[in-house]
T-cell receptor, first 113, second 111 residues
């Protein structure tokens, strides 16, 4: 049973560039949530996708956008990168009709120079 | 006031002892509660979930929930060096909702 997968593992960008991160949820899951984790902090919720629509959004600017595809996989896009966007980006998958147990992928480490 | 608060630690316990990790949350409407373990450089791993007041046991782990006191705890019995990690408490307002995390407690188990 495949778990949550994310790509790429690591990414280095410069300020002002754009980045796309990808996530495939655990088999059987239909909901994808994205989190940003800065060093020494807990993950911060960015947004959640279900049925190809953004259902909830955290306190992140519009530079952060996403998409969910019919096969439930998802992308996170960040435009106009800032140094402060350097973090571990985590994708979590869950099944909408359950008690919200979310399972995380390995994450993408983004470094903005 | 932070929504979910944890003591940052580090909490140091000897091998074989009981480690007790605590978490408080601010929103009385919270419905579901989770403990994640995160090793350095890795992603969080779900180890316990709890939804109603009382205790829930799974192997060496026991989660305790007291909604009246807005308090969640995790007990790890017979602590092992491999339990050394950061433990994250997460809370959700509604089923299917976003998770709000604490900053985590660093646990060190000394052999």
């Amino acid at each position: 049973d495949a778990g949550v997968t994310q790509s790429p593992t690591h990414l280095i960008k410069t300020r002002g560039q754009q980045v796309t991160l990808r996530c495939s949820p655990k088999s059987g899951h239909d909901t994808v949530s994205w989190y940003q984790q800065a060093l020494g902090q807990g993950p911060q919720f960015i947004f959640q996708y279900y049925e190809e629509e953004e259902r909830q959004r955290g306190n992140f600017p519009d530079r952060f956008s996403g998409h969910q595809f019919p096969n439930y996989s998802s992308e996170l896009n960040v435009n106009a990168l800032l140094l402060g966007d350097s973090a571990l980006y985590l994708c979590a998958s869950s099944l909408r009709q359950t008690y919200n147990e979310q399972f995380f992928g390995p994450g993408t480490r983004l470094t903005v120079l | 006031q932070k929504e979910v608060e944890q003591n940052s630690g580090p909490l140091s316990v000897p091998e074989g002892a009981i480690a007790s990790l605590n978490c408080t949350y601010s929103d009385r409407g919270s419905q579901s509660f989770f403990w994640y373990r995160q090793y350095s450089g890795k992603s969080p791993e779900l180890i316990m979930s709890i939804y109603s007041n009382g205790d829930k046991e799974d192997g060496r782990f026991t989660a305790q929930l007291n909604k009246a006191s807005q308090y969640v705890s995790l007990l790890i019995r017979d602590s092992q060096p491999s339990d050394s990690a950061t433990y994250l408490c997460a809370v959700a307002m509604e089923y299917g909702n976003k998770l709000v995390f604490g900053a985590g407690t660093i646990l060190r188990v000394k052999s």
